[in-house]
């Protein structure tokens, strides 16, 4: 069982939908929590940064983190065709520094 | 601002041969950590160089090491290459050792065949 799961989609939806993503998590020593963005053969792209469990936005993202389910998700609000791509849920425990446990991403498509 | 740079972008090499991929991190981040990326799934973490060196290593063997330049920049350097290295080679920088926000680069696609 791998530590970070993630639905492998495509999601797909229409322009102007909400997009809901989430990651489940094993290792309850996980602290910090990330998504990322990454669109076809570039490298990822930070998106929201969160520490601990609760809610942050940041415009037209919201990225919750339920410690206690060992579940986070990142909503996306008015979604628009450039927000095709994979995301990809980041975690590390602070013990170990910098590195980072990636779920294996879930594309997605948002249709005009 | 510059990001984290990598290079080359891509690279073609013919198994049993050694490659070199090299990072330049984002200016003032002073932690370089390398990824490998196979097609479609997540980056998984093969090592972290802080203060010239190897601080964190992921599950990987020793025919990937790496190495930090006092200017920061960090190298990634891959022995009797096998096809299963093939994937996209992603480099994070970051500041210092407490956990922060870690960058990516765009990453050096490697084909071995």
């Known amino acids: 069982q791998k530590e970070v799961e993630q639905d492998p989609g495509p999601l797909s939806v229409p322009e102007g939908a909400i997009v809901s993503l989430n990651c489940t998590y094993s290792?309850?020593?996980?602290?910090?929590f990330m998504w990322y963005r990454q669109y076809s053969r570039k490298g990822p792209e930070l998106l929201m940064y969160?520490?601990?469990?609760g809610n942050k936005e940041d415009g037209r993202f919201t990225a919750q983190v339920d410690k206690s389910s060992k579940y986070i998700s990142l909503f996306i609000r008015d979604s628009q065709p450039s927000d095709s791509a994979t995301y990809l849920c980041a975690m590390r425990i602070k013990a170990a520094g910098n590195k980072l446990t990636f779920g294996g991403g879930t594309r997605v498509l948002v249709k005009p | 601002d510059a990001g984290v740079t990598q290079s080359p972008t891509h690279l073609i090499k013919t198994r049993g041969q050694q490659v070199t991929l090299r990072c330049s991190p984002k200016s003032g981040h002073d932690t370089v950590s390398w990824y490998q990326q196979a097609l479609g799934q997540g980056p998984q973490f093969i090592f972290q160089?802080?203060?010239?060196?190897?601080?964190q290593r992921g599950n990987f063997p020793d025919r990937f090491s790496g190495h930090q330049f006092p200017n920061y920049s960090s190298e990634l350097n891959v022995n009797a290459l096998l096809l299963g290295d093939s994937a996209l080679y992603l480099c994070?920088?970051?500041?210092?050792?407490?956990?922060?926000?870690?960058?990516f680069g765009q990453g050096t696609r490697l084909t071995v065949v």
């Open positions: 290792n309850s020593a996980f602290q910090y």
């Open positions: 160089y802080y203060e010239e060196e190897e601080r």
């Open positions: 969160t520490y601990s469990s």
């Open positions: 994070a920088s970051s500041f210092g050792q407490a956990p922060t926000e870690a960058f």
